[in-house]
């Protein structure tokens, strides 16, 4: 849980009744590699603080998995939309690697918003970032060639890319995996 604090105090101050608090009320649970974390039918009422391991947010399109983003240690997982309304979405979670991760329920997140401004500035903070990865996520969709979308997700998983199955990358970009390998030795050249 240590690394949970470290990050909470990248952003705000943690008191010790906060520490306590989420000692208390996070559960440390493991996901083995290939493993649904969440079923697209599913309510999402838990998010992950993730300790080791990847775990992926994916939909299907035609029957074909497309990986919308990766998480890994010392980050946030969750449906974002099905976490915050509390409604079925189209995601998925599953977990790329045998996974480590501590678990907070929805319920006590809101208690503990309700109770430590300190836990709400960090969420809101933390959120912004990810908002921020959103936009430029959006941004390459958009308006980049391959070469760049590819580029794009080296740059936003320096440290675990290469952990990442070439499909799933392929997806992710929205190429197929032979362009992609074509891409990679093109620009290994």
């Given at each position: 849980m240590n690394a949970l604090f470290a990050s909470i105090l990248k952003y705000q101050p943690l008191s010790d009744d906060l520490k306590k608090q989420l000692a208390n009320r996070m559960q440390l649970v493991s996901f083995?590699?290939?493993e649904l974390v969440l079923d697209a039918n599913q309510v999402c009422?838990?998010?992950y603080f993730i300790e080791s391991g990847i775990l992926r947010l994916y939909y299907l399109k035609d029957g074909k998995e497309i990986?919308?983003?990766f998480c890994s240690e010392n980050e946030w997982m969750n449906s974002?939309?099905?976490f915050m309304q509390q409604k079925p979405d189209f995601y998925y979670i599953d977990s790329l690697e045998n996974t480590t991760a501590w678990k907070l329920d929805v319920t006590?997140?809101?208690f503990l918003f309700d109770n430590f401004i300190e836990m709400e500035r960090y969420a809101r903070l933390?959120?912004?970032a990810t908002f921020g990865y959103v936009l430029d996520r959006l941004a390459s969709?958009?308006?980049s060639s391959a070469k760049e979308k590819y580029q794009d997700f080296l740059d936003t998983y320096p440290h675990i890319h290469h952990r990442i199955p070439l499909g799933m990358v392929a997806s992710y970009v929205g190429i197929t995996p032979e362009t992609?390998?074509?891409l990679r030795k093109e620009m290994l050249s």
């Open positions: 083995n590699k290939k009422r838990s998010s990986s919308e983003y974002p939309r099905s006590d997140l809101l933390d959120m912004g969709v958009r308006f992609l390998s074509r």
